[in-house]
């Protein structure tokens, strides 16, 4: 018998159950899951002298062509110290350009170069292929369920960026 088999009645009110030693594996599953989806693109950004920031900044700005400073900072919930300094480095590189706001001078829309979106392109060919082979296991039940988990993990103001994120494509 199954783990969800011995959980009891099926659907959500089978989740309303869950023992804390159940909610345990599914923390450890995240951790590890993290660590595996992660790990190709940690490879890559390594070889560059990059971490997990410069990743993150140049996926959305990838995703928000334009995106303000203040937008990113927003996004990715850091300091504005921490993302000036990767920005900086991004920039030096040649990897993300800076233009000056065209209603307001004291903005700063960010823009990948063809260099950012070639590594850009690098970093999420390596997890789409790690989430392609996963969803294909799982099948699409599970992932529409997936899906439901993360977005009801989001407090409110995560849940309105992702779905600003998403809607804007």
Excluded: W
Excluded at 15 to 21: I, N, P, Q, R, S
Excluded at 51 to 67: D, K, L, M, N, Q
């Amino acid at each position: 018998m199954g783990e969800a088999e011995r959980a009891g009645p099926q659907g959500g009110e089978a989740l309303l159950f869950l023992t804390d030693e159940q909610l345990r594996q599914g923390i450890e599953a995240m951790f590890f899951a993290y660590r595996g989806f992660t790990a190709d693109p940690d490879r890559i950004l390594a070889t560059l002298s990059y971490g997990r920031a410069h990743h993150r900044a140049i996926h959305f700005i990838h995703c928000v062509p334009g995106t303000t400073v203040n937008n990113l900072l927003s996004i990715l919930g850091v300091t504005k110290q921490s993302l000036n300094r990767v920005l900086r480095t991004l920039i030096a590189d040649g990897l993300v350009e800076s233009r000056v706001g065209r209603l307001d001078k004291r903005e700063r829309h960010l823009y990948l170069t063809e260099r950012g979106e070639g590594l850009e392109r690098q970093l999420s060919d390596a997890q789409r292929a790690r989430m392609r082979q996963a969803y294909r296991q799982a099948g699409p039940e599970a992932v529409a369920g997936f899906r439901k988990v993360l977005e009801a993990m989001m407090d409110s103001e995560q849940h309105r960026q992702y779905r600003a994120l998403r809607d804007s494509r």
